[in-house]
């Protein structure tokens, strides 16, 4: 808007032309002051505007809130020429709540896109989406935050995105009806959290797998966040998506009878491509960095299927059984990458019993873990360095002795400043030589030896690091040895994690 008022100056023919040509006026932002919006709401006659409120914190545009509670009276009288509206106060404002509530609730017949993003408050309820008096029937975009949507209404029929978050009570059977009356929906976001101190609502009786109540034939994208796994899989059993081609989950759940192993039912009818995205993209990924959940994902080269499942508060054993029940039902092999960030002894005790891990990526020292006094468990150590872990040994109650991660085969340490002498430690222990098994047996004790490792160091080496690759390179459990960073490998961006 800048340009177009110095355009002005440039002579008395383009002032004429600018004024008097409404398409350049028709986008009006909260960022402008109020007598360019009186411009812009003039100027435009009765074209079809695109109105964008956004509000952050304090840094509240150049204004205090009254002078954008006036922008919002403004705007409010040409509601029916609103065409696109997008209005984010999500970090907070002191904008009149009432005033902000009347201009959501404003009738806009000719609204296209929707998004109303609202700071959360727990003194009033969310205010209800008016979707212009039932004329309203061509919105095409919707993205909903702390709003609340008339689900009863019929005026919602030729959505193309759909994204809801929301905490309260979410009508299920509503939200399948939704996919029932807008065929040509391509995107699906849906973000829920049960209703402080209150339980979870009891679900509709589970419909048969092979049941379904609508096909959504034009869905392409889904996007599930719950703090109770029973809704998402009474949604995914109820409505057909065979066009989907990206899943992404979020398990969250908030008490011991959220069963997670609800959602293997409910996932059947992605199992031919869940087989398929497995055995075609090799290594299904695991992640788990510090204060994020635990993330599992298959990401194929050919994006022939994109399937993203997070785990909140839940224990490793249960997503163990769940993943291997999914590997199972899709007919497929679970071989899993693990990308390890500071994580502590006790989850990596768990991990290392997992047969399927045959790679791991490894960026940063254990946390150690701590007893009842908050002191750590092993005074001597102050950062356990992984290699230093892999080289432990257990008994088996065969009897045998075995090493963590017992089927690994990839070891990627290029991202952990990590000395190759403690690397070379850690082959020796765990790769026993000739002589040390020969000792074992007599004692009847079976060996159960890992297989040799493909490992990937860091390519800028101290003077003393060099000294001990060739004894690396020729070491009876390596592989081979591979330098540099794993930047280059095509891992998806959102969750590729670096700990410098």
Known sequence: MREIYGLRLVSHTWKELIEHTPSFWTYISADYPTTVIQDCLRRSTN????????SFGSYLFEDEPKHLDKKLQLLRP??????????????????????VRDFLQSPAPNLQSIVAILQRTRSSPPPTLNLAGGKTKQIKHLKLENVSLPWSSQRLTRLETFSLEIEGTVPVEEMV????????????????????????PALPASASSNTFQTTANS???????????????????????PACTSLKIAA?????????????????????????????????????WPEQPF????????????????????????????????????ESELDMEVYLGSTSKHIADKLGEWAEITKLHISSPFKLDYDQNGEDCDQNDQALLFPDYLGHTRAD??????????????????????????????????????????????????????PKLDIRVRDTLEWDDSLIVPAIEGHRGVKSLDYGSSEDEEVEDTVTIRYI
């Open 397 to 450: 109650p065969d009897p045998a002795l075995s090493w963590p991660f017992p089927e690994l085969q990839e070891l990627d340490l290029s991202e952990l400043d990590c000395s190759f002498l403690r690397v070379f430690d850690m082959l020796n222990r765990r790769y026993l030589s000739k002589s040390d098994r020969k000792r074992l047996k007599k004692l009847n004790l079976s060996i159960n030896t890992p």
């Open 47 to 54: 074209h079809f505007l695109r109105v964008e409120i956004l």
């Open 295 to 330: 993330k599992w994902s298959i990401s194929p080269e050919q994006e022939i299927f994109q399937l993203s499942i997070e785990f909140s508060h839940l224990d490793l054993d249960d997503i163990i059984a769940f993943l291997r029940n999914l590997a199972s039902t899709s």
């Open 78 to 99: 040409h509601a029916k020429r609103w065409e696109e509206l997008d209005y984010n106060t999500q970090e907070g404002s002191s904008v009149n709540k009432q005033l």
């Open 252 to 288: 969250k759940p908030i008490s011991m009878m959220d069963n997670i192993h609800s959602l293997n039912e409910a996932l059947l009818q992605f199992a031919p491509k869940i087989g398929h995205a497995m055995n075609e993209g090799g290594k299904t990924k695991f992640y788990d």
């Open 219 to 241: 869905l392409e994208e889904v996007n599930i966040s719950f703090d109770n796994p029973g809704i998402a899989s009474h949604i995914l059993s109820r409505v057909y998506m």
């Open 177 to 200: 009806n939704l996919f029932i009356k807008n065929p040509g929906l391509r995107s699906f976001h849906l973000s829920y959290r049960s209703p402080r101190g209150l339980g979870i």
